[in-house]
């Protein structure tokens, strides 16, 4: 347990800065391209994610399992790398080739023209990915979390020091959302580079050559099920992303309206949103070769203590933001984009990031576990109930009905992901995540309470200064009830 945090605790300082970086540079970008200009961009962007999810989500997970089976056997991690190399560079080109080759397809799905353009921009990002992810995906398996770290850091701040200087050539480009497309690509060319270097210099290349062969059956077929249940959640993005202004319009909205809360939602509001998954994220990379290493051992009781632990962790995290939220929703969302309805979202969606995490972490534990099938129809039976909500909802609450319908598709996963969980662990005892859940909502009352009145008390000084005060003490009452109830514990040292 103490590596277990150990590796959780490396993660999540790498992700934090990462993302911390990545949201800062986010809030720039949605200033300098504007509301409409962002939700064009995002739809490209969206497209690009669905190629990404089919080259980077399930073999990198299969790679990692793979490689934590015998960590120390190098003629056999050799193996497994060259395997993974040629899977994902192969499907990379052969999607690429798809979307040159295709491009009056995506002209028909795109409401947008310029869409397609800053989608073929992004293909070199593509396969520079592939031989990343894969690499990555190796020291994954071998727990070497401070590499992980590292590297997407790098990936990160390489986009940002790459953005700024393009700046300067603005009016070679069409639009800045091309800017953000080159920049995007130059940098994960830069990170996939610089991963190939140091993976290069930190291996011993001794031993029997590789023979990729017999991987690269069994790797396909691992990774194929987790890549479906990623690539159908990948796909419900962009559907998503056409259905909704379509019915936002057929409910009196136009269509440069329509697009432009789509990009405040997707580009303002659902990086806040998930900012709880950055930690989560942190926490679901530790567990896989943990959870793998216990049940190759049928340590059940182990396994159990392990998602108890995580679960638990999850809803905290979660509840650290839900209550401040929903207290000061909407000053965040004007102080960060001097957008009122970014804030308005916020503060009405922030109960979606607890199923959001939640999902996300019973996915991982499942994915762990051998049961990626289970994940695909879990997730499905929830998106069941998300397109409805995407169709009628929009008359009713405008933009609002993408974030129900993700809250109410991810609460339902999320509980189908449990009772398969519990089942697959012989689980007797109910893991207490409801009872959980229902004692951080009556804890969160009073701290939304406190941080709506702090903010009201305070109205004379500067909005910044203000979120900081009634953000900071909201957060330090939710601990101490926390402390006081004992949901946390604080270890201390007696002489």
């Known amino acids: 347990m103490r590596a277990f945090t150990k590796s959780v605790l490396t993660i999540t300082a ?6 911390l970086i990545g949201f800062i540079f986010r809030i720039f970008l949605s200033r300098l391209l504007g509301a409409e200009m962002l939700g064009v961009y995002q739809m490209a962007l969206n497209i690009f994610m669905i190629l990404l999810t089919v080259v980077c989500t399930g073999l990198p997970l299969v790679l990692s399992r793979e490689v934590a089976k015998d960590p120390t056997n190098q003629t056999r991690t050799r193996a497994i790398t060259s395997a993974g190399l040629l899977i994902g560079v192969t499907t990379a080109v052969i999607l690429c080739g798809a979307v040159l080759l295709g491009h009056r397809f995506f002209n028909l799905i795109f409401t947008d023209q310029r869409c397609l353009a800053i989608l073929i921009i992004t293909l070199p990002a593509l396969i520079a990915s592939s031989v990343y992810s894969v690499l990555r995906a190796i020291w994954w398996g071998e727990k070497k979390f401070l590499l992980l770290g590292l590297t997407e850091l790098i990936e990160q701040v390489a986009r940002v020091a790459l953005f700024v200087p393009l700046l300067g050539f603005a009016f070679y480009f069409a639009d800045m959302a091309h800017i953000a497309a080159w920049s995007f690509s130059a940098a994960c060319i830069v990170s996939a580079t610089v991963v190939v270097v140091i993976f290069r210099c930190t291996r011993h290349h001794t031993g029997a050559p590789a023979q990729p062969q017999q991987f690269i059956r069994p790797i396909i077929k691992a990774a194929t099920p987790i890549t479906g249940v990623r690539l159908f959640s990948s796909l419900t993005i962009p559907l998503v992303t056409i259905l909704l202004p379509l019915r936002l319009m057929a409910a009196g909205w ?3 309206l329509a697009i432009a809360h789509l990009g405040i939602i997707s580009g303002m509001t659902l990086p806040l949103l998930t900012i709880p998954s950055t930690v989560i994220s942190a926490l679901a990379t530790a567990l896989v070769p943990e959870l793998s290493n216990l049940i190759n051992q049928q340590q059940w009781t182990a396994v159990r203590r392990q998602i108890r632990t995580v679960l638990r962790f999850t809803i905290f995290i979660n509840f650290c933001f839900i209550p401040v939220y929903l207290a000061l929703g909407s000053p965040i969302g004007r102080f960060l984009y001097a957008d009122s309805f970014s804030g308005i979202y916020l503060m009405r969606s922030a109960w979606v990031m607890l199923p959001m995490s939640l999902a996300q972490i019973t996915n991982t534990t499942l994915n762990a576990m051998n049961h990626e099938n289970l994940t695909i129809r879990n997730y499905a039976i929830g998106t069941l109930f998300l397109l409805p909500i995407i169709w009628f909802m929009p008359a009713v609450i405008g933009a609002d009905a993408v974030l129900l ?10 509980a189908l992901n449990l009772l398969a969980i519990r089942r ?7 893991p207490t995540t409801l009872p959980t859940i229902m004692i951080y909502l009556i804890i969160g009352i009073p701290v939304l309470a406190l941080g709506h009145f702090l903010f009201q008390l305070c109205s004379k000084l500067p909005l910044s200064l203000n979120l900081i005060l009634a953000g900071t003490l909201s957060e330090l009452a939710f601990l101490g009830l926390c402390w006081a109830t004992n949901m946390i514990t604080i270890p201390i040292k007696r002489q």
């Open 14 to 19: 790498f992700a934090v800065l990462t993302r």
């Open 424 to 430: 697959a662990t012989n689980w007797r005892s109910n």
């Open 254 to 256: 136009e269509n440069n």
């Open 405 to 414: 319908g993700m809250g109410v598709a991810m609460t339902i996963s999320t």
